[in-house]
């Protein structure tokens, strides 16, 4: 699938939410990122901030993962963007759905942890989760499909904004 399909729709009371399903390839996930800080500038989180950016970097790494394990199956992913209110502070919500069974493991040590080895160029995404994200997980909807999400504060000023 070569175009993405959209969805911005709203959820529930004033809970914006966009989702577009997208091919396992690297332009889908270059797209992936483009079209949700786009999206997020639309509901007010201006392009270039701290959230834009954060959120940039999650669906970067959670869309590359995709890419980088299931690509060559040839099955396309979703990527579903949820802001939620909270009682103290609105959430982002980043979610990546695909039908790969592999599941991904928390990283406790960067890919070159022993020292003998030159700096990786890859295998950093779950400590970009860890670093990035207040909270992350993995959600198993059946024996292949699953849902990778990574949620994380807004700033007041943007909560306040939206």
């Known amino acids: 699938m070569e175009a993405a399909q959209f969805a911005a729709t709203q959820h529930g009371p004033d809970l914006p939410e966009f989702s577009l399903q997208l091919s396992s390839t690297r332009r889908g996930a270059r797209l992936a990122r483009r079209l949700a800080v786009q999206q997020l500038d639309d509901w007010g989180i201006p392009y270039g ?91 198993q909807r059946d024996a292949i499909v699953k849902t990778v999400w990574a949620e994380f504060s807004l700033p007041l000023s943007v909560a306040e904004s939206g």
């Open 49 to 139: 901030s701290d959230a834009s950016e954060t959120a940039a970097l999650l669906v970067a790494e959670l869309a590359s993962n995709v890419v980088r394990h299931c690509g060559n199956i040839g099955r396309d992913f979703r990527l579903r963007l949820t802001w939620e209110a909270g009682a103290g502070a609105d959430t982002l919500r980043v979610e990546v759905s695909d039908a790969c069974a592999d599941r991904p493991l928390p990283q406790q040590t960067r890919p070159e942890q022993d020292g003998t080895d030159p700096p990786a160029e890859s295998g950093y995404g779950l400590l970009i989760l860890d670093a990035l994200a207040d909270r992350w997980g993995v959600r």
